[in-house]
């Protein structure tokens, strides 16, 4: 089993809508937890960290279940700007990112 | 906010020769810098982990003797690949850690595209 796994997508959605990203992590130990947008052939930026008791930026909310080990990405009202792929990151307790390979948004006019 | 460089951004070069990848710290100190590959379509896969004053920590699977690096001051990492071949061809994207108040954040340099032919 992966250590994040998403769900590589993509998510074809218009301009205005909601979409979630979902993904799952193993380490049941694992502290720290973020979303990265990535744009293609760019490295990777920290959108959100997430917490436990849930957190929102704007038109994003991340969540976290650790009874679960899951963590999610809400996108409301969503615009053209937000296609790229979304990094579901993990850190499990030490100094390194985990990553996941991403779930790609595209969204159209 | 923290900001990485890496040069160069993308390099073709023959098989056989070396290449080699600088990361900076620019505007903050950096004791630990992390290397990655990306190949297409894939996630982000750790290298590497540079410590500024002593040697690196490599994930398994990745050659230290084919990916030197050196961390030699406090805001500059390097990556040399060594006679590099065709199957190195990936993005390769470094990363300087800053540490919150709960948590270790990782800013990303802007990668370097590398080539072989």
């Known amino acids: 089993r992966k250590e994040v796994e998403q769900d590589p997508g993509p998510f074809n959605v218009p301009e205005g809508a909601t979409v979630a990203f979902n993904c799952t992590y193993s380490?049941?130990?694992?502290?720290?937890f973020f979303w990265y947008r990535q744009d293609c052939r760019k490295e990777p930026k920290l959108l959100m960290s997430v917490y436990s008791s849930g957190n929102e930026d704007g038109r994003f909310t991340a969540q976290l279940n650790r009874a679960s080990q899951y963590i999610s990405l809400l996108i409301r009202d969503s615009k053209l700007s937000d296609s790229a792929t979304y990094l579901c990151v993990v850190n499990p307790n030490t100094d390194k990112l985990i990553f996941g390979t991403g779930t790609r948004l595209q969204v159209f006019p | 906010g923290a900001v990485v460089s890496q040069h160069p951004s993308w390099v073709i070069c023959k098989s056989g020769t070396s290449v080699k990848i600088e990361c900076r710290s620019l505007d903050f100190q950096a004791t630990t810098m992390f290397w990655y590959r990306q190949f297409p379509k894939q996630s982000l896969m750790l290298m590497a982990t540079s410590n500024e004053g002593s040697k690196a920590t490599y994930e398994q699977g990745v050659e230290k003797d084919k990916f030197l690096i050196n961390h030699a001051s406090l805001t500059l990492s390097t990556l040399t690949v060594t006679s590099a071949h065709p199957e190195d061809s990936s993005f390769y994207i470094c990363s300087a850690e800053v540490w919150r108040e709960s948590y270790n954040e990782q800013f990303f340099g802007p990668g370097t595209r590398l080539t072989v032919l």
């Open positions: 380490n049941s130990a694992s502290q720290s």
